[in-house]
């Protein structure tokens, strides 16, 4: 009895991570981007070198998280913004603990110019108004 009970929390336990690991809402990786987005233009307007690098390499993790779900799904052009958004963020870490502010600023432009490039091909509002996936 005790037995069946553990063999059953194991396996419990093993879908539950299993859950964990899967991928999240789409949506929700996009809001955390562009709250992370928003964040860094915020310290880059007040020169705020150590809260810019947080968040670019929290948007440098997030890319990468795109990048697979793009990537997995075979879209070449998304997979490849995704990638070139996830660059542009590292590049921005590099130059924030380099002191390079203009450096910064021209990868946040690169880094933002995915943001449209993607939208315009692979976003679109679904009949409910809500943003939806377009491929
Ligand atoms: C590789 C493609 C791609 C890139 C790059 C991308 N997005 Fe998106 N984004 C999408 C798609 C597709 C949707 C619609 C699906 C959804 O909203 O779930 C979306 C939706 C959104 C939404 C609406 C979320 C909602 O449903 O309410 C926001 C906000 C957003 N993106 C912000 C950003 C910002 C900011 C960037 C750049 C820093 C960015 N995105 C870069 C593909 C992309």
Redesign the pocket.
Known sequence: MIRTWKFCATALCAFVLCLAAAERP??EM??E??GA?TSLKNNLDAKSMEGATADAAKLEKLFKE?EKF?SKKKVAD?TQ??KD?GTAARMIVKASKAGNGEEMMTQFKN??G??KS??DV??EKGPDG????KI
């Open positions: 789409y949506e996009m809001k981007l562009a987005c795109m793009w998304a913004w995704a958004g880094l933002t995915t943001c993607c939208h692979h976003r809500k943003w939806q996936i």
